[in-house]
């Protein structure tokens, strides 16, 4: 397979309408979230509950202490604002999925935004999860791709898989603007990690505007 995954990174950018240098490739979404855990090498990380279950198995394979915030289900598993006041200075990272898995919820996105803006305030790396953003009607309102150049501690992560239903095929991305971040992904991860058959297939699906 090709190391880097050029051809793949600069399709990619031009779907999202982002930068293929901002642009990170891997063996599916759960290996981008591995890879960005030992690159940043949190020590303390905030997690809602419920969530996806992998952001919690990446931490804890850094040996990062996780703090649930857990989500009310009487009021829908609707994050609220009372979770700005567990965004502390004692915080590396926090991980939210926009919309949730599994709930299915989307975060308001006032709150979002003023989340990503305690956190660059705080040093808190951000990770945002949009992998369920695409089912969404109208995903540009929602997403915080527009922030990246100024908020390099963002982080947004995606997959081919939800999107075109293609698990097996193992292909994730991320974006982020602080490259010395995404350098030390790479460093961390194994060079051929992305298939050649994952990056055609990425390359083609991401022609397929009609079905999705």
């Known amino acids: 397979p090709q190391v880097g995954c050029t051809p793949l ?3 990619i950018a031009e779907y999202e309408n982002t930068k293929p240098d901002q642009v990170i490739c891997g063996n599916g979404a759960a290996e981008v979230i591995f ?18 279950a992998e952001y919690q198995q990446a931490l804890y ?9 857990p989500l009310n289900g009487k009021k829908g598993f609707v994050l609220e604002e009372d ?9 590396d990272i926090i991980f939210l999925c926009n919309p949730n898995n599994p709930t299915g919820i989307t975060i ?19 990770v945002v999860d949009e992998c369920f953003l695409d089912f969404v009607k109208d995903p540009e309102k929602y997403t915080l791709k527009g922030k990246l150049e100024k908020y390099p501690g963002l982080f947004i992560l995606k997959a081919f898989t939800k999107r075109y239903a293609i698990p097996g095929v193992r292909l994730g991305y991320g974006f982020c603007s602080d490259r010395k971040v995404l350098d030390r992904m790479e460093a961390v991860t194994q060079p051929w990690n992305v298939s ?7 390359m083609a699906a991401l022609k397929e505007s009609e079905y999705v």
């Open 9 to 11: 990174k600069k399709a």
């Open 35 to 52: 890879s960005l855990c030992r690159a940043v090498n949190p020590r303390r990380a905030l997690v809602p509950a419920p969530t996806f």
């Open 61 to 69: 394979s850094v040996d990062c202490q996780v703090e649930f915030f």
């Open 83 to 91: 979770f700005l006041q567990a965004l502390t200075k004692e915080i």
């Open 108 to 126: 308001p996105q006032d709150l979002l935004e003023e989340i990503l803006e305690i956190c660059a305030m705080q040093g808190i790396f951000m």
């Open 196 to 202: 050649t058959m994952a990056q055609q297939a990425g």
